[in-house]
């Protein structure tokens, strides 16, 4: 498990982004948290990347054309900051653990990251044999996801399951 620290204003930011992308980010936490940075190399819509010059040492994420998580790797330890906002003060004494700023759906869940590496539910439903409309059953919350499932949806998108079965887990009550 990673531990992940937001920069303060990242609260602030992140409340200011379209809904789409507070999901987004909060599936991109999910993901940090379990798998560290190799989980999100996987997502391939997240189109994570090593950054250069003055942010040299830093990695980013695309949450949308517009909104990318920007972020630092420090052993097991994540330091994130939005870039809508760039302050430039590092010190740990500007971050805190990051905690859930909105609640995602495993139907949700399910929808964004098969929307991350750009399937179509009928895509996936070949991938997986599940049937689109059980896909489109599960992301409309109408149906469980159950473990079975869980365990082949995650195989297919490239993550671990506990994204999907677990959205928006706090890991501050986990420990």
């Known amino acids: 498990m990673w531990k992940i620290y937001e920069h303060r204003q990242v609260e602030k930011q992140i409340k200011s982004c379209p809904l789409e992308v507070q999901k987004k980010y909060a599936k991109w936490k999910d993901i940090v948290a379990i798998s560290g940075q190799q989980g999100l190399s996987l997502i ?4 994570d990347e090593a950054l250069k010059g003055e942010w040299s040492g830093y990695r980013s994420s695309r949450l949308n054309q517009q909104y ?4 630092q790797i420090n052993a097991n330890e994540v330091y994130v900051q ?7 003060d590092y010190q740990m004494k500007d971050y805190v653990p990051a905690k859930s700023h909105i609640k ?21 439903a ?6 689109q409309s059980t896909l489109s059953a599960i992301e409309h919350d109408k149906t469980n996801l159950g473990v079975e499932r869980a365990k ?24």
């Open 104 to 124: 995602v759906s495993v139907g949700e869940s399910l929808r964004i990251l098969r929307e991350l590496q750009g399937l179509s539910q009928n895509q996936l």
């Open 68 to 71: 990318r998580v920007i972020y």
């Open 152 to 175: 082949i949806l995650a195989k297919a998108l490239k993550c671990h399951p506990a994204v999907l079965v677990f959205p928006s887990w706090d890991m501050q009550m986990a420990a």
């Open 44 to 47: 391939k819509g997240f189109a």
């Open 82 to 88: 939005i870039e809508k906002i760039t302050p430039h």
């Open 126 to 131: 070949q991938l997986t044999g599940i049937p």
